[in-house]
């Protein structure tokens, strides 16, 4: 099959994908975007029905297009952020194929080589925005495999439906454990494990607060000047169902254990208690699977970036995995502000391309 072959290819239509397809369409680029789910809403199509944004709707939009607020107001749900995605890539009419899964991506020549269900594409630059959903992380503890309850990590919570009644310990100090802690915490007997104290922030603090200052920790960072502490705020946003369950005092963390047990979780003095479920909240990792044929990723399992562009791989642009590809980048509103960014480099690259290749 005869590869087939666009300026820039976008691997990934989620937040990050989207915001890059609008800038590229706006500056009536030669693009495509891939998406390896048969429907639109990326991860958010995965996450667990009582979700909630960490910003009102007004500061969780794209670019273009506002993010509309939710029926009696608050923060957006997961619901309401496909929906709003689904129509986003609609209203813009940008040119998403799936599902195709992208299995490979290879130098070959002057361009880049992507191999695909789609068939084989070569395009001059690929921005990779395929987020972190996809690859949940649970560190190993002793015992792990031996437990004789169930286990689940945030990617496989699907709402308190299977918990009532039952010992549940959540392991894990960031948003995602305090969601699920809160709720779980009206069904079943909840134990809140961290590795240190939570910490939540003030109730007038969300991610529109936190992403600006990202932003000038970032510019500080850049231009060699003292950076701004995020942590000294604290580590989780105090959405309604948070608070709610703080004030009825549901949020307090034990230490992490040590140890697993058939029957439950020990602590290194010798405290034991039994339980029926671990959920673990304990974050995910980039998924760069597709990438591993450039041979990019440093010693930290990250690739090395400037801005977001690959600093061994000029032809590579990586959106929305973390703040290392931008200021809360995995975010929607930091994936919006970094994918213009990115996009308006990338333009300059095939500008400067194209002045290269004429006779």
């Known amino acids: 099959m005869t590869p087939r072959q666009a300026d820039v ?14 800038y590229l369409r706006r500056a009536k680029a030669d693009f495509v975007i891939l998406d390896a ?17 960490f910003s009102p709707a007004q500061y969780s939009s794209l670019p273009g297009r506002m993010m509309p607020r939710p029926a009696g107001g608050g923060y957006p749900s ?49 921005i990779s925005a395929t987020g972190t959903w996809w690859r949940p992380y649970v560190p190993y503890y002793p015992g792990i495999g031996h437990f004789n309850g ?21 392991v894990g100090g960031g948003n995602s454990a305090a969601q ?15 590795r240190r104290p939570p910490r939540l922030l003030p109730d007038e603090v969300d991610g529109k607060a936190l992403f600006d200052l990202a ?28 608070r709610e369950a703080r004030d009825r005092d549901a949020l307090k963390a034990e230490p992490m254990f040590s140890r697993i ?9 010798g405290t034991a208690l039994r339980c029926d479920v671990i959920v673990w909240c304990t974050g995910f990792r980039p998924a760069l699977g597709h990438l591993a044929p450039l041979r990019l990723r440093g ?40 994918a213009r960014d990115a996009v308006t480099e990338v333009m300059a690259q095939l500008y400067t391309d194209r002045a290269q290749t004429v006779p």
């Open 9 to 22: 290819l976008v691997i990934g239509a989620g937040q990050a994908g989207l915001a890059a397809g609008y």
């Open 37 to 53: 789910q048969d429907r639109p809403g990326g991860a958010w199509r995965h996450a667990w029905p009582s979700l909630r944004l």
């Open 78 to 126: 997961a619901a309401d952020t496909v929906g709003y995605l689904t129509d986003y890539a609609q209203r813009y009419a940008l040119p998403v194929i799936r599902p195709a899964k992208v299995h490979a991506v290879r130098r070959s020549g002057a361009r880049l080589q992507v191999e695909t269900d789609a068939g084989v594409w070569r395009p001059r630059v690929v």
């Open 150 to 170: 169930r286990q689940l990590h945030t990617a496989g919570y699907d709402g308190p439906g299977s918990f009532r009644g039952r010992k549940v310990v959540v």
């Open 180 to 194: 699920i802690l809160a709720e779980l915490s009206t069904v079943a007997e909840t134990t809140w494990v961290t």
């Open 215 to 242: 932003t000038r920790r970032h510019r500080a960072v850049l231009a060699g000047e003292p950076a701004p502490g995020i942590g000294d705020l604290g580590d989780i946003v105090a959405v309604p169902a948070v």
């Open 261 to 269: 047990t058939p029957e439950g979780v020990t602590w290194s003095d």
């Open 299 to 338: 010693t930290d399992g990250i690739i090395p970036t400037r801005g977001t562009r690959a600093t061994a791989e000029p032809r590579l642009h990586l959106l929305g995995y973390g703040d290392w590809t931008g200021p809360a980048s995995a975010t929607l509103i930091g994936a919006a502000r970094t």
